[in-house]
């Protein structure tokens, strides 16, 4: 699995029960990674493996996997405390901008051309497998 490291080290949070991955092909990374509290499980207990996965999701997860990994790394720690970002659609005060800030501030995410972050908005394959190999990097962990 990618990042097996990062998600090892994180304790495991209650056991979520998530009813709708059995059939997946991702099932063996869903639950470790939900387990972990790095992704979560809807409150009908179902994951949707299938959804669409936005750039608020990614950068949800990307969060959480940032500050797991900054916690043996006291510079990235430092520079995620302070994350800021400045998007000109995602002001301070919503729900996702400290998560949009910490993607962006660690290097995994970046906004769009336009200074937007665009929360909902699909996030490609190739831009998701970008924000596993930054991951990877910023944990030290061969690919």
Do not use: C
């Not at 979560?40 to 207990?45: A, K, S």
């Not at 179902?46 to 916690?71: E, K, Y």
């Not at 908005?121 to 190999?133: F, K, N, Q, W, Y």
């Amino acid at each position: 699995m990618q990042l097996d490291d990062v998600v090892k080290r994180a304790p495991e949070r209650g056991g979520s029960v998530v009813t709708d991955v059995r059939d997946s092909w991702a099932a063996e990374w869903i639950l470790p990674v939900t387990r972990a509290g790095f992704m979560e499980v809807f409150p009908n207990h179902t994951f949707q493996p299938n959804a669409v996965v936005r750039r608020g999701d990614l950068a949800a997860a990307v969060s959480r996997m940032l500050r797991a990994i900054a916690a043996g790394k006291p510079q990235l720690a430092a520079r995620l405390q302070g994350a800021r970002g400045k998007f000109t659609d995602v002001p301070p005060g919503h729900l996702s901008y400290p998560a949009a800030s910490v993607a962006v501030e660690g290097g995994v995410m970046a906004p769009l051309e336009d200074g937007s972050f665009q929360l909902t908005r699909p996030v490609s394959g190739a831009e998701a497998l970008a924000a596993i190999r930054k991951l990877q990097e910023l944990d030290g962990t061969p690919r």
